[in-house]
């Protein structure tokens, strides 16, 4: 065979490795991205307290639109955007607003193109997470919680079944048991919008999954049309890392 030949076979197979790893690696980078919203408290138990809760029931619903905009805007009417919200509480709120909850929160995802989840339990959410179709080839390239937190877990129902507490939760002990490492991209964009969590839980919430996850130091405080704050003097964003 013709040296040349050769070398030109040679080359072009180097090439066509060379597009398909930068393929798989674009492919890996561009990942889903994941929004999970927790419900709300019940005004029957909230209404008394001094500094009471989510009087707007679209509070958290809300902050998350804001964020799926956003995650449109960036990435383009394509992108795989996935919205994970906790339902029970929605269900219970909704007896007290006397109006359709779920039509608000399902014109979002009408009006954005995403995929939208209810779940019930914090097994249904790892579920989606670790084991989504085509996980192995898909990972999650960014993700955003709103609810309520401290700074050891996400408690998606607080104060909506048992006044003051909740029963359905993501505690940090918990990570390395529920969510499988290698699932998020490699430089995957991960932040918790609820009170605290930086205190501790994003630390843990590397140790378990290998993605830094920003959270709050302090208090944070939703608002109407832009995403929550820091609203606790000297508190800060860090990834606890």
């Not at 956003?70 to 269900?91: C, D, H, K, N």
């Not at 501790?200 to 832009?226: F, H």
Request: glycine share 6%.
């Amino acid at each position: 065979m013709n040296p040349q030949a050769v070398f030109m076979s040679r080359s072009t197979l180097c090439i066509c490795v060379l597009f398909t790893v930068i393929s798989a690696l674009r492919a890996e980078e561009q990942g889903e991205h994941i929004v999970v919203t927790g419900g709300v408290s019940m005004m029957e138990w909230e209404k008394y307290k001094a500094e009471p809760h989510d009087h707007w029931w679209l509070n958290f619903i809300r902050a998350s639109r804001i964020r799926i905009e956003q995650l449109r805007q960036q990435y383009g009417p394509s992108a795989p955007i996935t919205w994970l919200v906790y339902q029970r509480a929605y269900q219970r709120r909704q007896s007290q607003e006397h109006d359709n909850l779920f039509s608000v929160i399902n014109s979002v995802r009408d009006k954005y193109g995403l995929k939208l989840i209810y779940f019930n339990s914090t097994d249904q959410l790892c579920a989606y997470l670790n084991n989504a179709p085509d996980r192995a080839r898909q990972k999650i390239a960014s993700f955003d919680y709103f609810g309520h937190s401290n700074r050891a877990c996400f408690m998606f129902d607080y104060s909506n079944e048992i006044g003051s507490a909740s029963k359905v939760w993501l505690h940090e002990s918990e990570l390395k048991q529920k969510l499988r490492r290698g699932i998020f991209t490699r430089h995957a964009q991960v932040q918790s919008w609820g009170c605290y969590t930086g205190e501790s839980m994003s630390r843990m919430w590397y140790d378990a999954t290998g993605a830094k996850m920003i959270g709050a130091e302090g208090k944070t405080q939703y608002m109407t049309n832009s995403l929550p704050i820091l609203s606790t003097p000297g508190g800060k964003w860090t990834p606890g890392a």
